[in-house]
């Protein structure tokens, strides 16, 4: 069955073009810094919101009209497979990812949701054979059941605690069965609503206790994937433990775990968390901890993770540009973490949002490489902190001085210039490469 029917090959045909199915910015072959667009960008189709989300929200029921829309059970699993290896053929996408109830539904207990899975990714793997999209990461739902209602490794319920980390075994099985890059942890319903009957020290020391164990039985199994950490500040909980790169580094520090993860950011857990994209990015990359990116954006009028596909070439361009400076992502992608509006019924619209995202990177792509082959945000910084290249500056930097010396400094200036941020300028620039290479 052809499930996009209307929608051929998805090709370049560059920014002149009318054509709604074809790429205008976004050229797989395009060499730029030595490496092709298609090696730096590594994009990837989000399965959870392309082939399973129905488009309800809290206030209405699905809206979406899917070809596989009539089927149910374990028949929707197998169609789904189908519709999804059809449209990362007609995207040119090299990889792809899930959770495990993705692509699979649950059985009446575990030994059937095994059993379901079984037969899908053997489905899958099947399908892989013959296609260039390989499998990016996977991870598990550990939050959607209600059983979960109070998380899943660091629940206050130890039966919780050891059906999520059966879960999690299974999937580090599936991962390393189809060659997955990396393993991602979305703790969704890790953290707590309120102190007043919480343990937190309890529960992020389960939390630990669980990476270590997820750390173990990998080593054990010979699945060598890159482990990742999503951060989120809150929804559904109020406070979770991994909120932000910053604070999701302090806890793998604490617990020794900082060798074994790297983290997944996402653009629209950043704004939840009241940081931009780039900060989360930056942050990461000067620690060394970039692994990989949900690539999406949110509504700033709207107060929770509205998924939208990212389609600001601004905010790509500053995220490619701590991308470029990391040397790309590694074994990591940009994954489409995205869900086209609730009004967008029709599974064309999958394809149109797709294309703008990925366009909407490329183009980013090419500006922040020049912007950093240019140096321009480099000589941006040297110049505004060279005061600590000299003088009392290099002492500083090179600890060669204490507050005894500082202070017979200090007592001897007469005047304390500031020099100007030339924030303006700054972003007339950026403006300018973004201009440039959207014109390119």
């Known amino acids: 069955m052809n499930y996009f029917p209307n929608i051929k090959k998805i090709k370049y045909e560059g920014p002149a073009s009318t054509n709604p199915y074809a790429f205008k910015f976004y050229n797989p072959e395009e060499k ?16 959870w919101h392309t082939f399973t989300e129905d488009l309800s929200d809290p206030f209405g029921a699905g809206t979406a009209i899917r070809p596989w829309n009539a089927y149910k059970g374990m028949d929707l699993a197998k169609v789904r497979v189908e519709a999804a290896f059809e449209l990362f053929e007609k ?34 793997r099947d399908y892989m054979k013959d296609s260039k999209t390989k499998l990016l990461w996977n991870t598990v739902n550990n939050f959607t059941h209600p059983r979960f209602v109070h998380g899943a490794a660091s629940s206050n319920n130890a039966d919780v605690f050891a059906y999520a980390a059966a879960k999690v075994k299974k999937g580090l099985e599936i991962g390393k069965e189809l060659g997955a890059e990396n393993y991602v942890f979305w703790g969704g319903r890790e953290g707590y609503d309120t102190l007043l009957n919480t343990d937190m020290k309890l529960e992020m020391d389960n939390l630990a206790r669980f990476f270590h164990m997820a750390v173990d039985y990998a080593k054990e199994i010979g699945f060598d994937a890159q482990f990742l950490i999503e951060p989120k500040p809150k929804e559904p909980t109020t406070h979770q433990y991994d909120a932000d790169v910053a604070t999701g580094y302090a806890f793998l520090q604490n617990y020794g775990l900082q060798d074994d ?97 990925m366009d909407s990177f490329a183009v980013g792509l090419k500006a922040a490489h020049q912007l950093v082959e240019d140096k321009v945000l480099d000589h941006v910084v040297e110049d505004r902190y060279k005061s600590y290249t000299e003088g009392i500056g290099l002492d500083i930097v090179e600890g060669k001085t204490d507050f005894h010396k500082l202070e017979q400094y200090a007592l001897g200036l007469t005047e304390i210039k500031n020099q100007s941020g030339k924030l303006e300028r700054i972003r007339a620039t950026l403006n300018q490469y973004l201009l440039k290479a959207y014109a390119e």
């Open 32 to 47: 730029i810094g030595g490496k092709t667009m298609e090696e730096t960008l590594r994009f990837s189709v989000a399965y």
């Open 91 to 124: 995207l040119g996408v090299p990889f792809f990812c899930f959770h495990d109830i993705d692509i699979a539904p649950e059985g009446s207990n575990l030994k059937e949701t095994y059993q379901n899975l079984d037969t899908i990714v053997s489905m899958i």
């Open 261 to 357: 993860f790297k983290f997944n950011i996402e653009a629209n857990h950043a704004t939840l968390a009241g940081h931009t994209f780039e900060h989360e990015l930056h942050y990461a990359r000067i620690h060394n901890m970039l692994g990989s990116v949900d690539a999406n954006q949110g509504n700033p009028l709207l107060g929770w993770d509205t998924d939208e596909f990212p389609t600001d070439i601004y905010a790509a361009t500053l995220a490619m540009v701590e991308i470029v400076k990391n040397g790309g992502l590694g074994r990591g992608g940009l994954n489409f973490d995205a869900k086209v509006r609730r009004g967008s019924l029709e599974a064309e619209d999958l394809v149109d949002a797709h294309i703008a995202g």
